[in-house]
């Protein structure tokens, strides 16, 4: 996996090191180089009044047409509630054995729940997501492993359960898809 | 599960179809789009889905009408439709025209997941039970039945017509044919095959006996019932009763199964209370019972009640292109059972098996395949590893206990007649060969 270089793109404010941490832990587990950069993308043009969010479809073909040299894979980061027209909400979605893919941390927070702010556990679950994402864009299926990362999360509890480590099929999957 | 599963998105809007197809694709699915009705109704035509994922409002054709043209098309597709919340009513119609289910626009991430995969568990339980359905009923068959001689292909075919509706019948022909095989088939092909099939060899029972197995009998009826027990046609309830051998049976038990067959009720041997059952009755014979009829030693009566169909199965020597491949069948069972590698046969062996006779038809071929691999090289079986390939001489007007008391008159004195030898060679045990000995009064000749 080491021919990849996928950079994250980051829309509104993140913590200092927040990403730059999740970049690290995502090089370890594809075994590639991770940028990161800040992009100034108008979010209001994919805000849907009558749904009160974002369409992540859009923003997810606006991630897919932007031109960064250098990149395999643009994995756009966000802090705002996504939506598809099918489902109520998404954590994140990408592009089947495509290049892109896009996150988002809002439904991630624990404050969405009525329960006390916990950056840590908003790490761990944005990490996940992340490289959730990025294992659809290399072809991965979800996974029905208990702790593999890309086996499928409704809820965040879901994701809770899960570890951030592909498990040895999905591996083998993505080697096989990559000769 | 799901990468076997084809799902058919039926949207117009864009934007929906590539967020399902994309959610879909994540999942292992096999997808596929359509934008409108008249799209989707020309891929089914050319290609079946398990599931059709389709919105109600569609410019056009809409999703209700779509959805019977599919069921109309094939009934087995699984249609899920998709409303916006306004539109419930018309779902519920949809579901009252057939549906699977439907689920509104937006859908909770969980509901959508949820409603697929259990559809998608429906489709595979019901391949998996259909293939099971098969699978018992090929076993039960006609497997053993091999034959593509147009005689046999008769059987075949009056068995197929025979099987669906409840009448008796009475399967003749000579001994070693298979007619037990044909009744099986019979029965496993007929609307009773859930139900029992129960054998009772009538040839194999005493007068008294045979009336206490066909009708059961209460405690203390005689000397040794110390319990209830019940009859074969009581266990026969909703299925078939195999009456083997029937010409052998007394003129008393006739009367009674005559009455059985009238009333399909009876009474246990000692009982007082009416018992009745739901059978159907095949017998076998390999008598000419019309001929007893005549000779006033079986039941007129009774053999037009059982003789509504009847199936002649044709001896073996007048099948004669059946033998290579009742012989390869049973090389295959025999070596399959004995853990050995697939024989062959020698052409002089094979020529020699098609111009026999075989008075013990099918049975006795299956013996002499068996005994051939048992004796043999282990690669082909050869002339000499058949019995007639030696100095045994059959002809076609033999019995069957006239070649059995020759060919052990020739293993006894082959070992001189020692007992034990010659029953091992004979594969039976020492008094079952005394009993022979005995039954065809055989002697060593010497004083």
């Known amino acids: 996996m080491d021919k990849h270089n996928i950079i994250l793109i980051a829309h509104g404010q993140f913590e200092s090191g927040f990403l730059s941490e999740i970049a690290e832990e995502v090089a370890l587990e594809y075994n590639c180089s991770v940028a990161v950069q800040e992009s100034q993308l108008d979010l209001m043009n994919f805000y849907e009044p009558t749904r009160r969010q974002y369409d992540g479809y859009k923003l997810l073909k606006e991630i897919d047409g932007m031109n960064i040299a250098g990149y395999t894979k643009k994995i756009g980061l966000f802090r705002v509630d996504l939506f598809i027209p099918i489902l109520t909400y998404i954590f994140g979605q990408a592009f089947f054995k495509g290049n892109s893919g896009i996150a988002s941390l809002y439904r991630l927070k624990n404050e969405q729940y009525g329960m006390k702010p916990d950056q840590d556990l908003l790490f761990h679950r944005f990490r996940k997501v992340i490289i959730h994402e990025i294992g659809h864009t290399f072809g991965l299926i979800h996974c029905h492993v208990p702790n593999c990362v890309m086996r499928s999360s409704t809820y965040v509890e879901d994701i809770d359960q899960k570890r951030h480590h592909l498990c040895c099929n999905c591996r083998s999957i993505i080697a096989v898809n990559e000769e | 599960m799901s990468k076997n599963?084809?799902?058919?998105?039926?949207?117009?809007?864009?934007?929906?179809?590539?967020?399902?197809?994309?959610?879909?694709?994540?999942?292992?699915?096999?997808?596929?789009?359509?934008?409108?009705?008249?799209?989707?109704?020309?891929?089914?035509?050319?290609?079946?889905?398990?599931?059709?994922?389709?919105?109600?409002?569609?410019?056009?054709?809409?999703?209700?009408?779509?959805?019977?043209?599919?069921?109309?098309?094939?009934?087995?597709?699984?249609?899920?439709?998709?409303?916006?919340?306004?539109?419930?009513?018309?779902?519920?119609?949809?579901?009252?025209?057939?549906?699977?289910?439907?689920?509104?626009?937006?859908?909770?991430?969980?509901?959508?997941?949820?409603?697929?995969?259990?559809?998608?568990?429906?489709?595979?339980?019901?391949?998996?039970?259909?293939?099971?359905?098969?699978?018992?009923?090929?076993?039960?068959?006609?497997?053993?039945?091999?034959?593509?001689?147009?005689?046999?292909?008769?059987?075949?075919?009056?068995?197929?017509?025979?099987?669906?509706?409840?009448?008796?019948?009475?399967?003749?022909?000579?001994?070693?044919?298979?007619?037990?095989?044909?009744?099986?088939?019979?029965?496993?092909?007929?609307?009773?095959?859930?139900?029992?099939?129960?054998?009772?060899?009538?040839?194999?029972?005493?007068?008294?006996?045979?009336?206490?197995?066909?009708?059961?009998?209460?405690?203390?009826?005689?000397?040794?019932?110390?319990?209830?027990?019940?009859?074969?046609?009581?266990?026969?309830?909703?299925?078939?009763?195999?009456?083997?051998?029937?010409?052998?049976?007394?003129?008393?038990?006739?009367?009674?199964?005559?009455?059985?067959?009238?009333?399909?009720?009876?009474?246990?041997?000692?009982?007082?209370?009416?018992?009745?059952?739901?059978?159907?009755?095949?017998?076998?014979?390999?008598?000419?019972?019309?001929?007893?009829?005549?000779?006033?030693?079986?039941?007129?009566?009774?053999?037009?009640?059982?003789?509504?169909?009847?199936?002649?199965?044709?001896?073996?020597?007048?099948?004669?292109?059946?033998?290579?491949?009742?012989?390869?069948?049973?090389?295959?069972?025999?070596?399959?059972?004995?853990?050995?590698?697939?024989?062959?046969?020698?052409?002089?062996?094979?020529?020699?098996?098609?111009?026999?006779?075989?008075p013990g038809n099918v049975r006795e071929l299956e013996n002499m395949i068996e005994r051939a691999i048992v004796i043999g090289n282990g690669k082909e079986i050869r002339l000499a590893d058949l019995p007639m390939g030696k100095d045994i001489i059959y002809s076609s007007v033999e019995s069957l206990d006239d070649l059995e008391k020759k060919y052990i008159l020739q293993i006894l004195n082959k070992y001189d007649w020692n007992i034990t030898r010659s029953a091992k060679a004979l594969k039976v045990d020492r008094v079952t060969l005394y009993n022979k000995i005995k039954k065809y009064d055989l002697s060593t000749g010497k004083s």
């Open chain 2, 5 to 358: 599963i084809s799902i058919l998105i039926v949207d117009d809007e864009e934007s929906v179809r590539d967020s399902l197809y994309n959610w879909f694709i994540e999942d292992g699915y096999r997808v596929e789009c359509a934008g409108n009705a008249k799209e989707a109704l020309s891929i089914i035509e050319s290609r079946e889905f398990d599931i059709v994922l389709a919105d109600i409002k569609m410019p056009g054709m809409d999703g209700l009408e779509m959805h019977r043209r599919i069921k109309a098309q094939n009934k087995e597709t699984i249609v899920i439709v998709m409303t916006a919340f306004a539109s419930v009513d018309t779902a519920v119609q949809a579901l009252k025209d057939g549906a699977y289910d439907y689920i509104t626009k937006p859908f909770d991430p969980d509901d959508l997941s949820h409603l697929v995969r259990n559809a998608a568990k429906q489709i595979t339980l019901k391949a998996e039970n259909e293939a099971l359905r098969n699978k018992m009923n090929e076993l039960e068959n006609v497997e053993d039945i091999v034959g593509k001689s147009e005689g046999m292909l008769k059987v075949l075919k009056e068995v197929k017509s025979v099987a669906q509706s409840n009448s008796s019948v009475i399967i003749s022909g000579e001994s070693g044919t298979g007619k037990e095989l044909i009744a099986r088939a019979i029965h496993f092909n007929s609307p009773r095959r859930y139900f029992p099939l129960v054998s009772v060899h009538c040839g194999a029972l005493t007068e008294s006996l045979l009336e206490s197995e066909l009708f059961g009998h209460e405690k203390g009826a005689f000397t040794g019932a110390m319990y209830n027990r019940k009859g074969r046609f009581e266990m026969a309830d909703g299925g078939t009763i195999f009456l083997d051998e029937i010409a052998t049976i007394s003129a008393k038990t006739q009367v009674e199964l005559l009455r059985v067959l009238e009333s399909k009720s009876f009474i246990r041997v000692g009982g007082n209370k009416e018992i009745s059952s739901d059978f159907r009755v095949i017998c076998a014979t390999n008598k000419d019972l019309k001929k007893m009829v005549e000779n006033g030693t079986f039941r007129e009566d009774l053999f037009y009640r059982l003789n509504v169909v009847n199936i002649n199965i044709p001896p073996l020597r007048e099948r004669v292109e059946d033998i290579p491949m009742l012989m390869n069948h049973f090389i295959i069972k025999y070596c399959t059972a004995m853990s050995r590698d697939m024989v062959t046969i020698e052409p002089a062996a094979l020529k020699r098996l098609e111009e026999f006779e075989f």
